[in-house]
């Protein structure tokens, strides 16, 4: 063949990337848009293509918002309350573990292990030891209450409480992984800026809220948006560990990703349930923004 | 240029190793702070660890002794695991779950590194709108695919006999992540040794398979074992598109042992102790290639 050098790198190029771009085509540009398409129809999936109903499903969607008692009402506002108490605590939780872990020597990989065990753990099975852990008499949690003579609790039985508890166990699966990647960013802080400081008179305190933290800036934004997006999205620990996997009690625990399950594929309401989708798209999109303009700042080395 | 990438890389290779080796800043000597930082952690470790352990004692213990308050199994039996093993599939969950991983591990480890390869190595026109284009997707929410997905499923007859198992794999068989990642790795392999094997009449394809991938073999470990144990533990889509019992992931098979054994909590446990054992014996066996792989892909992702 009397290809140049330019021209037969080119060729393999394509060859290379063939497979791949037809993947990349199939089976995620063309179901992004199908799924922006899906939710201006009136579809259910096993008669093919509905009707164009335009902004049906996203009005409907807006009037059950307003409803007092409506399922999609309580999904956004627990989805909003998992992210307010899930993130901070799963941050502040594995930054101060990460700190711990620093400061040792010995042992310290046998302690990284136990925190990151629950991380590799299948959150069905997370859900079904907690569930058993939260039971109200038989239940680990209870038993020790009652040894230490205090009032046993519902837990996940309650309307008041199962959201809270849902929220530790995902905090208790997901920690290992912050505390892992907080290790390795405060690993990244050259040691002479503490010296330095130091030399300037800085006390422990000064040196967490002055060198630490500022330098661990990239670090915490990149988790805090893991985080958010994965609280967003949660779906596995809560349709196994509300009864009959609905969201309850009274729907304290169901969140939108769960909602567009029941809708989608137990009701076959998919038009309803890909107008969630988006919405959901467009909230992770808006949030992942916000929180990169707003807590990255650039710090001089 | 391409060495300044290099060190960047290798740094973040000695940074994982760094944390896995426990190779710490601080001095070794005694302290009351460093006692109270060892207590702080264990009782961390035994949040952490606990229910786990409480998981396989229930698995051992006779149904009569789940009522009585002892931690340790008075009659220690195997007979729930007798009966689940019986009145279960799951051998067969088990076996789909690892051919499903497998596979899918295989894919995302051949196309991933070879199209960050291409993107790193080659020039062709369109390389950055594709590059851009694979980069768009790690904005979509898999949640909002699944409808698309499932549509695609239906009609092609994918949640039907043998298909449930291309139909459960083919959404994750390559990814944006890890091409992201490749793509950076293959900057620490220098330009100048892939001319010399194209003088020495290597073909393209010979020369990414024998010269290129052998020197980022850290990195491709990194990505199978982070795409392994998400594999293994996916729940969503394979819940949607498995449509009879014998095709069941094992997170999915459980999750409906569940609805059949509500309250026999001994039953779910032993399940549950099935379902992680394993795993959790790999984890401890390559618990540092996996913390690190977790790191390195969290960190460059």
Same mark, same amino acid.
């Given at each position: 063949?009397?290809?140049?050098?330019k021209?037969?790198?080119?060729?393999?190029?394509?060859?290379?990337?063939?497979?791949?771009?037809l993947?990349f085509?199939?089976?995620r540009?063309?179901?992004?848009?199908q799924?922006?398409?899906?939710?201006?129809?009136?579809?259910?999936?096993?008669?093919?293509?509905?009707?164009?109903? %335009? !902004?049906? +499903?996203?009005?409907e969607?807006w009037?059950?918002?307003?409803?007092p008692? #409506?399922?999609?009402?309580? $999904?956004? =506002?627990?989805?909003?309350?998992?992210?307010?108490?899930?993130?901070?605590?799963?941050?502040?939780?594995?930054?101060?573990?990460?700190?711990l872990?620093?400061h040792?020597?010995?042992?310290s990989?046998?302690?990284?292990?136990a925190?990151?065990?629950?991380y590799?753990?299948?959150?069905v099975a997370?859900?079904f030891?907690?569930?058993?852990l939260?039971?109200?008499?038989?239940?680990?949690?209870?038993?020790?209450?009652?040894?230490? %003579? !205090?009032? +046993?609790?519902?837990f996940?039985?309650?309307?008041?409480?199962?959201?809270? #508890?849902?929220t530790?166990? $995902?905090? =208790?699966?997901?920690?290992?992984f912050?505390?892992?990647?907080?290790l390795?960013?405060?690993q990244?802080?050259?040691?002479?800026?503490?010296?330095?400081?130091?030399?300037?008179?800085?006390?422990?305190?000064?040196?967490?809220?002055?060198?630490t933290?500022?330098?661990?800036?990239?670090?915490?934004?990149y988790?805090?948006v893991?985080?958010?997006i994965?609280?967003?999205?949660?779906f596995?620990?809560v349709?196994?560990?509300?009864?009959?996997g609905?969201?309850?009690?009274?729907?304290s625990?169901?969140?939108?990703?769960?909602?567009?399950y029941?809708?989608?594929?137990s009701?076959?309401?998919?038009?309803y349930?890909?107008?969630?989708?988006v919405i959901l798209?467009?909230?992770?999109?808006?949030?992942?923004v916000?929180?990169?303009?707003?807590?990255?700042?650039?710090y001089?080395? | 240029?391409?060495?300044?990438?290099?060190?960047?890389?290798?740094?973040?290779?000695?940074?994982?190793?760094?944390?896995?080796s426990?190779?710490?800043?601080?001095?070794g000597q005694?302290?009351w702070?460093?006692?109270l930082?060892y207590?702080?952690?264990?009782?961390?470790?035994?949040?952490?660890?606990?229910p786990?352990?409480?998981?396989?004692?229930?698995?051992?213990?006779?149904?009569?002794?789940?009522v009585q308050?002892?931690?340790l199994?008075?009659?220690?039996?195997?007979?729930?695991?007798q009966?689940?093993?019986?009145?279960s599939?799951?051998?067969?969950?088990?076996?789909?779950?690892i051919l499903?991983?497998?596979?899918?591990?295989?894919?995302?480890a051949?196309f991933?590194?070879?199209v960050g390869?291409?993107?790193n190595?080659?020039?062709?026109?369109?390389?950055?709108?594709?590059?851009?284009?694979i980069?768009?997707?790690?904005?979509i929410?898999t949640?909002?695919?699944?409808?698309?997905?499932?549509t695609?499923?239906?009609r092609f007859?994918?949640?039907?006999?043998?298909a449930?198992?291309?139909?459960?794999?083919?959404?994750?068989?390559?990814?944006?992540t890890g091409i992201?990642?490749?793509?950076?790795?293959?900057?620490?392999?220098?330009?100048?040794?892939?001319?010399?094997?194209?003088?020495?009449?290597?073909?393209?394809?010979?020369?990414?398979?024998?010269?290129?991938l052998?020197?980022?073999?850290?990195?491709?470990?990194?990505?199978?074992?982070?795409?392994?144990?998400?594999n293994?533990?996916?729940?969503?889509?394979?819940?949607?598109v498995?449509?009879?019992?014998?095709?069941?992931?094992l997170?999915?098979g459980?999750s409906?042992?569940?609805?059949?054994?509500?309250?026999e909590w001994?039953?779910?446990?032993?399940?549950?102790?099935?379902?992680?054992?394993?795993?959790?014996?790999?984890?401890?066996?390559?618990?540092?290639?996996i913390?690190?792989?977790?790191?390195?892909?969290g960190?460059?992702?």
């Amino acid at each position: 063949m009397n290809l140049t050098l330019k021209q037969r790198q080119i060729v393999w190029a394509y060859i290379f990337m063939l497979v791949p771009l037809l993947f990349f085509i199939i089976i995620r540009w063309y179901p992004t848009l199908q799924a922006f398409n899906v939710s201006f129809r009136d579809w259910n999936v096993f008669e093919g293509a509905g009707p164009w109903i %335009g !902004l049906d +499903n996203y009005r409907e969607i807006w009037k059950d918002l307003l409803k007092p008692r #409506s399922a999609v009402r309580a $999904a956004f =506002w627990n989805t909003i309350r998992y992210v307010l108490y899930g993130v901070p605590s799963q941050l502040i939780l594995g930054l101060g573990i990460a700190l711990l872990l620093n400061h040792i020597r010995r042992f310290s990989g046998f302690f990284r292990a136990a925190y990151f065990v629950p991380y590799v753990t299948s959150a069905v099975a997370v859900a079904f030891v907690w569930n058993w852990l939260y039971q109200p008499q038989t239940g680990l949690l209870n038993q020790l209450l009652t040894f230490l %003579g !205090l009032p +046993n609790q519902p837990f996940t039985k309650s309307p008041s409480q199962a959201l809270q #508890s849902i929220t530790a166990v $995902a905090v =208790w699966q997901s920690l290992g992984f912050t505390v892992i990647i907080f290790l390795a960013g405060l690993q990244q802080i050259p040691e002479v800026y503490y010296e330095a400081a130091r030399i300037d008179g800085a006390n422990s305190w000064q040196l967490f809220w002055k060198v630490t933290l500022p330098l661990l800036n990239p670090v915490i934004v990149y988790l805090a948006v893991l985080s958010t997006i994965s609280f967003l999205r949660l779906f596995a620990l809560v349709q196994n560990m509300s009864p009959q996997g609905t969201g309850g009690p009274l729907k304290s625990t169901t969140t939108v990703v769960l909602e567009v399950y029941r809708e989608g594929f137990s009701s076959y309401n998919m038009g309803y349930a890909g107008a969630l989708t988006v919405i959901l798209f467009f909230i992770i999109l808006l949030i992942t923004v916000i929180q990169l303009r707003l807590f990255t700042r650039r710090y001089e080395y | 240029m391409a060495t300044s990438m290099q060190t960047s890389a290798d740094r973040t290779l000695q940074l994982a190793e760094q944390l896995v080796s426990g190779t710490s800043r601080s001095r070794g000597q005694f302290s009351w702070l460093t006692l109270l930082v060892y207590l702080l952690l264990s009782l961390g470790a035994v949040v952490m660890v606990t229910p786990f352990i409480w998981m396989l004692l229930t698995s051992l213990k006779p149904a009569p002794e789940l009522v009585q308050f002892a931690f340790l199994p008075k009659n220690p039996t195997l007979e729930n695991y007798q009966r689940v093993l019986q009145t279960s599939n799951f051998g067969r969950w088990y076996l789909n779950s690892i051919l499903i991983a497998i596979f899918s591990t295989t894919s995302v480890a051949f196309f991933d590194s070879l199209v960050g390869y291409t993107l790193n190595k080659f020039q062709f026109p369109g390389k950055n709108l594709i590059f851009l284009g694979i980069l768009a997707t790690l904005m979509i929410p898999t949640e909002m695919l699944i409808i698309p997905w499932f549509t695609m499923s239906v009609r092609f007859g994918w949640q039907q006999g043998m298909a449930q198992y291309w139909g459960i794999a083919f959404p994750g068989l390559i990814t944006a992540t890890g091409i992201f990642l490749m793509r950076q790795f293959f900057d620490g392999v220098p330009s100048e040794l892939l001319d010399a094997a194209r003088i020495d009449g290597l073909h393209e394809f010979g020369i990414w398979w024998r010269i290129a991938l052998p020197l980022v073999k850290p990195a491709v470990a990194a990505l199978c074992i982070f795409n392994f144990i998400g594999n293994w533990n996916a729940y969503l889509w394979p819940l949607i598109v498995a449509s009879s019992r014998e095709f069941y992931t094992l997170p999915v098979g459980l999750s409906f042992f569940r609805g059949e054994s509500t309250t026999e909590w001994e039953k779910i446990m032993t399940a549950a102790s099935l379902a992680t054992v394993p795993l959790l014996i790999v984890f401890i066996l390559f618990q540092r290639q996996i913390i690190k792989g977790i790191a390195l892909t969290g960190l460059k992702g």
